[in-house]
């Protein structure tokens, strides 16, 4: 390995985000006296506009929040499937899969919205917050009226789903200005959402499920074949969670509980913790092998077992125990590769993680799902909705069968970990099926083998199956790993393929520690366009 890059540091906050624009969003507020809470909700309506590929407000949001002295809570802004969404009317459309683009696959309520309101009455009613909304959301309005510089992610991103999107009703209009691809550095310009989150502004967060905007949300969205009714946006919550707990060696790790993955990533470094040595190579391949092999056994049991809470069998936290871990890690051969299926497909999002002066500390998760989810894009508001829901499928067995009402089983899982010797850690890492491994590594290069948060983030990285834009289920490994790694990992028996040398494919990670101190110190992934900020 070249020597370790450097994380950036500082004292008073701490913003990490994959667009550096959302980023330095979190900062102003920070500078201003926000607090993270606060910064994040600046960061988070930034990011739905310089990062529109990747996420928007019509998606779902999840939140871990940390305060010092307290147990860390969850938040989940996570919509249900309409009313009017089940496996019979989808047969009487003569589909026999839920489509992933168009009106048929925008079937489940956008939360992310709600999620920040929740969040903003915490930040005010906990954390002495004092920030209004028209303040949090002022850089999103200004970026979405007067233009942000396109990224050569959205560039590229956008010419590579042009042909598959362009009929959708709204998305040339809006993703395709001049009717190609917007080429990188040009200005890009959504002003009817510059309007819409304006109005919030004004009406409040909640007039997107209870207002004249959910009323407008609504109408559109009958136009363009969606099952979603004004009904199902005013039946929306969001919902304040127990986070899932996993007891480590060095501390304990938290992550959201179902219906997203977040157990996966605990079931992850649940079986590493019995599984690394101090003394292992961290590019080398017992560690990989050891984090690819742990994987199988955790998505094994998240296609077994997640779903919406209340169709679950079993109780999440119990799969952490001490014992239902040792008899997991046990299954793993440590020179052998287990056979793979397959794994569910990409998925498009957003991680991004803030710590203030005070030790707060956010893990931010947004997503439409697919990039540009449904392809939709509302016509009044300029709302790019989420296909979420084509996870659910139209078999009436499966483990995430579409019913009205339910949750879908999601990829999202924003992380935190408090170590014993007085650390905070937040971070996670966007993509699919990468989320969890992207997680593992990064955590055991910071919390096992010692990196600083950017050597963890930059080193390079693998994914065993699909993320976005790929739908080969082979183990991926950028080129930067030795080639004794890769031969080695081949010979026990892993399909291996070798991608570019810093893949966008292996997802953008990032991360933030704050040392007993009080240090701050964060990282970004080379892999974006992200900066991490300090103060």
């Not at 952490?320 to 794994?343: E, H, I, N, Q």
């Amino acid at each position: 390995m070249n020597a370790s890059p450097n994380p950036a540091r500082g004292r008073h906050g701490m913003a990490t985000a994959p667009n550096a624009l959302a980023s330095q969003s979190a900062m102003a507020v920070l500078r201003e006296g926000g607090n993270a809470v606060e910064a994040m909700i600046a960061a988070a309506a930034t990011i739905a506009v310089v990062y529109p590929h990747m996420n928007s407000i019509g998606g779902d949001g999840f939140w871990l929040i940390a305060r010092p002295g307290e147990a860390p809570r969850g938040l989940e802004g996570c919509g249900a499937a309409a009313g009017a969404a089940s496996i019979d009317s989808y047969r009487e459309r003569n589909l026999s899969a839920i489509p992933f683009r168009g009106g048929a696959a925008a079937n489940t309520v956008a939360g992310t919205i709600s999620a920040w309101d929740a969040a903003h009455a915490y930040s005010r009613d906990a954390l002495g917050g004092r920030l209004p909304l028209s303040r949090l959301l002022q850089d999103a309005i200004d970026y979405a009226r007067d233009g942000i510089p396109v990224t050569r992610s959205q560039s590229l991103g956008t010419a590579a789903k042009q042909d598959e999107l362009a009929a959708i009703a709204g998305f040339a209009d809006t993703f395709l200005p001049n009717g190609a691809a917007p080429p990188t550095g040009s200005l890009f310009r959504q002003p009817r959402l510059a309007d819409t989150l304006e109005h919030l502004t004004r009406a409040g967060l909640a007039d997107y499920y209870q207002g004249a905007l959910a009323e407008s949300i609504a109408q559109d969205l009958a136009k363009l074949d969606s099952p979603l009714m004004l009904a199902d946006l005013q039946r929306h919550r969001a919902e304040w969670k127990t986070p899932l707990a996993l007891k480590h060696s060095l501390g304990t790790v938290y992550n959201m509980p179902p219906p997203t993955q977040g157990l996966v990533s605990l079931l992850i470094l649940g079986q590493l913790d019995r599984l690394l040595d101090a003394g292992m190579d961290p590019v080398g391949p017992a560690f990989v092998h050891a984090c690819v092999e742990a994987t199988k056994l955790a998505f094994a049991i998240r296609d077994r077992e997640v779903t919406d809470p209340g169709y679950m069998s079993v109780v999440p936290q119990d799969l952490l125990a001490p014992d239902a871990l040792d008899r997991m890690a046990a299954g793993v051969d440590r020179d052998r590769a287990a056979p793979w299926g397959k794994g569910l497909g990409p998925a498009d999002t957003v991680w991004m993680g803030v710590i203030d002066g005070n030790g707060v500390a956010v893990s931010f998760i947004q997503s439409i799902y697919h990039e540009f989810g449904s392809g939709l894009v509302l016509p009044a508001s300029g709302i790019n909705w989420q296909n979420r829901g084509c996870s659910f499928s139209l078999d009436p067995q499966s483990r995430n069968p579409l019913t009205p009402f339910r949750k879908p089983f999601h990829t999202l899982n924003p992380a935190l970990a408090r170590f014993d010797d007085g650390r905070t850690l937040v971070y996670g890492n966007m993509g699919g099926d990468g989320q969890p491994q992207s997680q593992s590594a990064v955590f055991s290069r910071i919390a096992m083998f010692g990196m600083n948060p950017q050597e963890a983030i930059s080193a390079p990285r693998w994914l065993l199956g699909r993320t976005w834009g790929q739908s080969s289920d082979s183990l991926k490994l950028e080129a930067r790993f030795p080639q004794e790694t890769v031969a080695a990992l081949r010979a026990m028996g892993h399909e291996v393929d070798v991608m570019a040398p810093m893949d966008e494919t292996m997802g953008h990670a990032g991360a933030i520690i704050r040392h007993a101190n009080g240090l701050l110190e964060g990282a970004s992934d080379p892999r974006s366009d992200g900066a991490a900020a300090g103060w």
